[in-house]
């Protein structure tokens, strides 16, 4: 069975802060993405990766993913009181099912 | 376009009665996905489809039936509510397997 661990689930942090999400695995995955939730909603997609040591910004959101597609990273510079939600990794198997497995999320509270 | 759509986005049952929930997509999306969302367990895979007339069972497919009768709906049934189905459900939809997914705004279930 293939499991994301995310971490940390919880995160507070004062606005102007960096911080770096891990979701990490003992499995193999073909792809791997990042989605974010705000409270009442359902999650967006932020960034798909494909290739393993692949890194994607997406202005002040850095995404990479490790060599072996194992783990992944989602680090934000400078964070800003508007990207408090709730951060998802997820990642593809290798069928082409469209099968997801979430890693539990992590709560990020951004103070201003 | 109005994206993914569910419909009811509350619901109230008593253990034993029976529901279902309708999901639309107006994306000609092929795939088309049912999630449960419970409180540190980000989402789990209930029942996908991967066209019109197919369905196939996820992670936590007991207590839940779906068809897939026309491309752009899903509907996720229940037939004999229990206190454990409880939760916020989410659905999906992506045009190919690997794709990203677009999620509905979810429909949250309590079961007394």
């Known amino acids: 069975t293939q499991l994301l661990e995310q971490s940390p689930q919880f995160l507070s942090i004062q606005e102007g802060e960096n911080l770096t999400v891990y979701c990490n695995s003992s499995s193999v995955f073909s792809s791997l993405q990042w989605y974010r939730q705000e409270p009442g909603e359902g999650p967006v997609l932020l960034v798909t990766v494909v290739t393993g040591g692949e890194v994607k910004k997406l202005k002040r959101l850095t995404f990479q993913f490790g060599d072996a597609r194992k783990d992944s990273s989602l680090h934000i510079t400078a964070a800003q009181p508007g990207d408090t939600g709730l951060y998802l990794c997820?990642?593809?198997?290798?069928?082409?099912?469209?099968?997801?497995?979430f890693g539990q999320g992590t709560t990020l509270q951004v103070k201003p | 376009n109005a994206g993914v759509t569910q419909t009811p986005k509350f619901r109230v049952l008593k253990t034993g009665q029976s529901m279902t929930l309708l999901c639309a997509q107006d994306m000609n999306h092929e795939y088309m996905y049912w999630y449960r969302q419970d409180p540190g367990m980000g989402l789990r895979l209930i029942h996908y489809?991967?066209?019109?007339?197919?369905?196939a069972k996820g992670e936590v497919p007991d207590g839940y039936n779906v068809s897939r009768l026309k491309k752009q709906n899903f509907l996720l049934g229940l037939e004999s509510a229990a206190p454990s189905q409880t939760s916020v459900y989410f659905c999906a939809s992506s045009s190919q397997g690997l794709a990203g997914q677009f999620f509905g705004p979810g429909t949250r279930l309590t079961v007394l």
């Open positions: 997820a990642g593809h198997g290798s069928s082409n099912t469209g099968k997801l497995i």
């Open positions: 489809s991967v066209g019109e007339g197919t369905t």
